[in-house]
């Protein structure tokens, strides 16, 4: 199509939307005024007639047709931006500044409290020594302490039968051993033992100290009394075969002088076994040898070494751990 065509098309359709507008009483400017749209002043008064008819309103000032419109295609209605819905925005008022907070003036520190001066302790002078007090330890007494002094227990103030042999033991002058003696021998341990102990005589250290052993002597049996036949030495009470000390060997009018005493030291005590330590003390009681059972007054009695023989014969040792032994099955 020609550029001439197009315009005249173009002017055809827009005498065809003009006319349309005319007959619905839309105020339209003259058709010979189309030419001079553009230099028309806005909102002039048309004094001209338009086919006969007088304008007498003032006639707006009309935008220019777009070509869409003559084409016949509809003008776009622009969408309602919120200033044309609700009207102009109104203003604002600006937010007034946050009122700033009072300064408050910070609390002073407390004062630092001054140290504690340390009160001086009142000095301490050397604890008084305590003595505790022996529990149930009968008094001791001359010829007291098997082990030294200090381990004694002696029967005295047991009983009155007790009280009474040791009196007699100790004021005996039935033999003429009586006369060479440092002192005499009651026994030492418990009044009511689990075992007697019967021994040779003390000899003349013995004698001097008031024990029947003593020394490496009194160790041994400790041990041995301890360790193999289970047998605390408090639960022994140990009595020499003659109660006078001294040199020289036992005589037979020595022994049956003493024979009475052992017999009621035995009837009062009730062991469950008689021990007999030495040579000496096996023969004078008609034990047969050492390590086989016997009887004394009435007793089970088990023989073996004396400790001075056996830290004189260590090699007899073996043999007397044997018989002890043999004691402990009956004992414990």
């Given at each position: 199509m020609t550029e001439a065509s197009e315009l005249a098309a173009l002017v055809a359709d827009t005498l065809a939307v003009l006319d349309a507008l005319r007959r619905q009483g839309t105020d339209v400017l003259p058709v010979g005024a189309l030419d001079g749209l553009g230099s028309a002043p806005a909102g002039a008064s048309a004094g001209?007639?338009?086919?006969?008819?007088?304008?007498?309103r003032p006639v707006a000032a009309r935008a220019p047709v777009p070509a869409g419109a003559a084409l016949?295609?509809?003008?776009?209605?622009?969408?309602?931006?919120?200033e044309n819905a609700r009207g102009p925005t109104p203003a604002v008022a600006a937010r007034p500044a946050p009122v700033a907070a009072p300064v408050v003036p910070a609390r002073p520190a407390?004062?630092?409290?001054?140290?504690?001066?340390?009160?001086?302790?009142?000095?301490?002078?050397?604890?008084?020594?305590?003595?505790?007090?022996?529990v149930g330890a009968p008094p001791v007494v001359a010829g007291a302490g098997l082990f030294g002094s200090k381990w004694a227990r002696v029967a005295e103030g047991a009983d009155a039968a007790a009280a009474s042999l040791r009196a007699e033991i100790l004021a005996c002058t039935a033999c003429g051993r009586c006369r060479t003696r440092a002192q005499a021998f009651p026994g030492d341990g418990a009044p009511r033992?689990?075992?007697?102990?019967?021994?040779?005589?003390?000899d003349a250290a013995g004698d001097a100290v008031g024990n029947v052993l003593t020394g490496e002597a009194a160790q041994m049996l400790d041990r041995m009394l301890l360790n193999v036949v289970r047998v605390d030495r408090r639960e022994v009470l140990i009595v020499p075969v003659v109660r006078c000390g001294g040199p020289g060997p036992l005589l037979p009018e020595e022994v049956n002088a003493c024979g009475p005493y052992l017999a009621r030291q035995l009837t009062l005590a009730k062991p469950r076994a008689v021990l007999v330590l030495g040579e000496a003390a096996r023969a004078a009681l008609g034990l047969e040898r050492h390590g086989t059972w016997g009887d004394v007054h009435g007793l089970p009695a088990l023989s073996t070494f004396h400790p001075l023989?056996?830290?004189?014969?260590?090699?007899?040792?073996?043999?007397?751990?044997?018989?002890?032994?043999?004691?402990?099955?009956?004992?414990?």
């Open positions: 001209a007639s338009v086919e006969g008819v007088a304008v007498s016949g295609v509809p003008r776009a209605t622009p969408a309602p931006t919120v407390p004062a630092a409290t001054p140290p504690a001066v340390p009160t001086p302790a009142a000095p301490v002078g050397p604890a008084a020594p305590v003595t505790a007090p022996a033992p689990m075992l007697v102990i019967v021994t040779d005589p003390p023989w056996l830290l004189a014969n260590p090699g007899d040792k073996r043999l007397a751990l044997s018989h002890l032994q043999e004691l402990a099955k009956r004992v414990g």
